[in-house]
């Protein structure tokens, strides 16, 4: 681990993101077609190792069941719109119209709405009858008030995602949650984050979490960089905590906790390098959200983007051309690595010479920071 | 401290500036109601661990009022237009509203106009009546001739601000400012600065100095770093200076000189990263300068801007649209980390896990070069 | 070989493209006039060490003999238009004035027509009939089954290009290409590429090819960056592949495998930076389709601008004022090292006071990322 | 030294431009009026350590007189439009009338007018008659055919300029200049370069010369980089060759040889890191072009402006608002480097501690690469 002196009283570590990072080709080719790009955590089998971010902008009723069927695993925010209204259709339209000069303080009131209990359980059945894999998610804030209503409804996966979540969080005022009792009396399994360093992801995975998200899972990379001083470059983070998956795997005596990248995964390339840092997974924000049947309408925001005292994220425009499908399955209409995504995927795992994602982890990588040429 | 070569005749340690690191959450989480961000030095107690920086775009008596009721500590700049003239209100509305091709030359002419003792007398008298800490700066230059005045009018805390401050300046002219000697028959705590290196910084916490400030206290870095070929990235510096600390700590048998990041903070990110870096408070200029209701009436700018013959900064406009106190204390309006501060650097604080600025020193960091991505 | 930690799981060499590196005089001079560019492979002797790319907006039969004549080698692109059409001259112009909207989809149309194994004939035949060396370029996909048509038809260099070339390629549809068997069996030297590190390289070598092409020949840099996350940086490229050959060199026993630069060369400064970092020679793309005389007409673009399912190129316009002669030989126009590419290369080796390419490979060379300043 | 391995054959030093470096204080600070900045070659004293570069924009008999009043050393480039014109006057006003499309054909015409012997008579002795200290350049190539003409003249200094000066020039075509030879039978003390490592410069030192000229000392950098590949980044390239300096002081038992940073240095801040990396003085070129009153007239070029082959440089405006003195001594205008550069050097050398020009070669630097922040 090489630490850089940053001044006499402060040592750090030299951090990557994908931008920094590109794979090399360095042994034998193989045929596209003969790559398999299939995940599988848990019971669940999915053809592309995809996940569908939890945010208004990605996943709707509608657009989970498109995912799904298109082989990836969609996770509903449950503290989202679609909890909070009964039809919230008009408010995503609205949304997408907003000035940029109200957007914030709109959202801000349209997110006031309280959530209702007996939506989230609406929503997670009309997704089990529609017989696609049923994945919700809630903020480690909501998961003690809400988590009975969601595993009675049935969810076959449960995702609890914050911008940081600890196996260990400090609070007065109220009983925080315990996620190692949470998670073993659980029936379902859970897939937890972000978490951004070694240490904190290998305290997770001692929670007994199927997966952990790795990332900083919530508001721009960028704002968050100038708001709150903290980021967590992706091709380290993801490196870092494929090294914690591995020492656990040893410590626990076989148990694989799924490593899944989220945030920073914007395009086809940088899918690529989530997988070639150890990634066994990516979860989708932005990518998913150019889709033109997506619900944010051309617009993309997380939570963040609404917060009442700090908002730290903003509405983005995305302004994409491709449909959900061609965006994850082709056929390529641009050269940007924003749609045909996994058929990029699957290339680049032929050009290299490996047949699936597991084996892909072992790519070899080459340092060269990305100034735009 | 690795020494780079940059030719065989020359060594330069890697300096890295608040933009190439961040911090990364590796360990607990914490309510963000549960951090403090109290700042006390010497007798006096703030709820933030912001200075105003002494200058006639961010402070006049007004906003120094106002500062200090939000819990900052104010600095008023004893040389600059409310020592010079009666009521430089109408003068301020003037350089708001001049052409930038004839600013430099009429603000020459403006900060021409001699400094008069009474109105510093003055100006403290009203800052005591009005019941917020008292603190008021000089340059080294100044210092001898106006001393008397500053701690016969009474002060809290007197500042000592400079492009560079050394423990020993050399001039033939005049009998030059002894320091040490100056603190030790002075009454009031001292605050000294700029300084940017581990050398200087400890030289400056031997004169018996209360605090020192880090940077180089004038002039933007940009036009400092062209005109004059100096640069002194802050979060080396930062570091450097925290540790001259630590050891000048050990050396004083138990003084704890307080280290003040003076440049180079212009987001809440930056104010997390000056901390992280070592800091225990920040002294703000171009941040607060941008509030509604500060002096400059939406511009900045420092001594450098009106040098008769070497002008070496310029007067910038910054055109933002929050109060004082929004940018302070929130609620934040944009995702810029320029509202709500303290609110930001709460949550970063929340996000590591850390309880007090004091322990947040520790914070885990990562170099990773910032390129606009 | 210097490994970076990018994460605790992951390590990666630090790779340099030419825009990192740069020449350095630092011994004797020599008249630009005394220095040789010549370039010698097989029994194959040319005037400059200059391969014109296998595409259609580079070669067609009338720049092929333009290009051989001017002493370089020209590479005809046995599956492009020409082997495709009788007289593709007027598709050529309609490419050269799509609408960049449709641009790709009327491309992917116009490239759908099969190919002619007797156009492939007549081509060669006039190529060898104009009196210069016959080169022509298959892919690895449709080498086994046109190869003999080529060999038929004559040529005096067989050329095997893909984006990544190994000398194992895996396939479980077809029986892939053995490369050892094919070039043993071949009367004709054989070069074969991309390829962009020393151990793809090195199986190359050992297949028996006289030359290997160094990078990830097709597409344009960006695109496969951005939509597959592979990027091999040349500099590096380049002197990892020289170091292959020598140690080739000395495995078997004094057989010398030709290093060409395929990509990532588009001014004479990157030709010389090939060459310093161990290059025998260069192929051409943009900066011959850069001529006035270019069959591209302006535009430039490679196989993946077409692809039917990933499209990863784009078709680029050029715009350049100068004749394939002034960009070869000058005299030069413009100062941005697009004129006169083997002046330039004079004039670099004469500056640094070598005599020919091959001693050239010897330059001293400097680390300086480049900026743009 | 620090070598880096660009790829398995090839090692590289990495190399730092001014821009990388930046002076840090970090002692006592002194008066500005109590630092000298003069400078002393051989019997010549100069208040300044300012070298006005052989180029038609900067230096015509007018401005070389000029400067020296002010306390430079100009150089007449006497194999400019000065000596092949009784009077370049409407050439040098139509040269900055020029439309860009037409103006390197142009010039290319207007230099091909020969060299007069002559007028290298003349314009040498009008200098001598002014009372400034007489210096004139003649490139490498023709140093052997004029410089009889020059020194029958009379100068008190002679420079020998080209892009690359070696000691060991080869050429087959006619005698080269013996260097050591000639400078052995001059009597004038002459100044010798470009030069950018330390072989070089060593090689240089040993013919005699009084000073080595630090550079590429022709063109622009950025477009010699574009064209011939080559760079020598000015803050490594002047530490190496101060260094040979010492070498070659020990080694010739006490010969001082002056190191003149010659290209790169377009500020104030320049100078100051210049100096600060080991330079006795600068050569400044466009610094000086965009005086008001420099022959120029707003424009700048050098000889490869007009190479009739390979024009690697262009003619550059440059558009100044201040005169040669202002630039220089001041008063300054803009706070971006440009004037009253002797001024910030002063300033710089007082806010670091330093009392005179030799011992500010020893203030500490960073390295701290400026991304435009």
Known sequence: MTEIEIGRGKRGRRAYSF???????????????????????????????????????VIS????????????????DLEGLWTRYDDPTPLLAEIASLDPAVATARMQAIYAEPIKPELITERLRALRAAGVT????????????????????????????GTTVSAEHVSGRAEPLNLTRFIYELDVPVIVGGAATYTAALHLMRTGAAGVLVGFGGGAAHTTRTTLGIHAPMASAVADVAEARRDYLDESGGRYVHVIADGGVGTSGDI??????????????????????APGRGYHWGPEA??????????????????????????????????????A????????????????????VVVAPYAGR
């Open 272 to 293: 690529v390098k989530a997988i070639a840092c150890g990634a066994d997974a990516v979860m989708l924000g932005a990518a998913l959200a150019r889709a033109t049947d």
């Open 134 to 161: 049923v994945a919700g998610a809630l903020s480690p804030q909501r998961t003690q008030q809400y988590w009975k209503t969601v595993v009675d409804a049935g969810v076959d996966l449960f995702v609890i995602r």
């Open 345 to 364: 995927l699957r290339r680049a795992m032929a050009t290299t010479g490996y047949s699936d994602v597991k084996e892909f982890q072992r790519v070899e």
């Open 61 to 76: 009723p509608d657009t989970a069941v498109a995912l799904g069927r298109l082989g990836g695993l969609p996770v509903l």
């Open 306 to 343: 609404h917060h009442q005292l700090l908002p730290r994220g903003e509405r983005i425009a995305l302004g994409g051309q491709a449909s959900l499908e061609e965006i994850l399955l082709g056929p390529g209409r641009q050269a940007d690595g924003t749609t045909n995504i996994m058929g």
């Open 19 to 57: 931008d920094d990072i590109a794979v090399v080709p360095s042994r034998r080719t193989r045929d596209p077609e003969e790559v398999s790009v299939a995940w599988q955590i848990d019971a669940y089998h999915f053809d592309i190792p995809v996940m569908g971010a939890p945010m208004d902008s």
